[in-house]
């Protein structure tokens, strides 16, 4: 049996940490993007909230868009901007409300997609728009938001109470999971007697 180096233990003890760590976060991502789907399909898909004028292959193209991890950030953006998430709540953890000063449509949170992927590509933005303007169709379709045309080509997209009660099962049941990987790392990291 080959002599193992004390060098050699400390390394392998720490790629154990980095690898657990890293475990644990792709795990609480895992967990956390399921719960959305929960949250979808128990208080939106299977609750016949969608609109009486949506037929079958619609319905099904609608679910799968909302579905998406692009549809997942920017209903919470969505959400996060509406008059449902006080600005003080944001405060009190740090984030600001971004339109304060205009009304959410899809050009607007095209922008904001936009600058925080660092995208200045036009074609970039354009489909991001595009993809926006589906999410919105869908989103719209099963209640989430609503969209009023107004003078112009500005179509303002309001959350609705449907979107703040999806939101507050999803992010409270990931909240939830947060909570209890950051616990059970905490406490493995005490036995461990590393803090």
Same mark, same amino acid.
């Given at each position: 049996m080959p002599k193992i180096e004390k060098s050699n233990v400390l390394e392998l003890s720490q790629d154990i940490k980095v690898v657990s760590g890293s475990l644990v976060a792709a795990m609480g991502l895992f967990e956390m993007s399921h719960?959305?789907?929960?949250? #979808?399909?128990? /208080?939106?898909?299977?609750g016949g909230?969608?609109?009486p004028d949506l037929d079958l292959k619609d319905s099904i193209k609608a679910q799968n868009k909302i579905r998406?991890?692009?549809?997942?950030? #920017?209903?919470? /953006?969505i959400w996060k901007e509406s008059d449902f998430v006080p600005e003080e709540a944001c405060v009190r953890v740090g984030f600001t409300k971004n339109f304060v000063d205009s009304e959410l449509s899809k050009n607007g949170l095209a922008k904001a997609f936009c600058e925080v992927s660092d995208i200045s590509d036009l074609d970039k933005f354009n489909a991001i728009r595009t993809d926006i303007g589906r999410v919105a169709w869908a989103a719209e379709a099963y209640g989430l938001i609503s969209q009023k045309s107004v003078s112009g080509n500005s179509t303002p997209i309001y959350a609705t109470e449907k979107l703040h009660e999806l939101m507050i099962d999803f992010h409270g049941k990931n909240m939830q999971i947060a909570n209890r990987l950051v616990l059970g790392a905490d406490a493995a990291l005490v036995e461990e007697g590393n803090l």
């Open positions: 719960s959305y789907q929960q949250s #979808l399909n128990s /208080l939106i898909f299977f909230s969608q609109r998406s991890e692009f549809a997942r950030e #920017l209903l919470t /953006l």
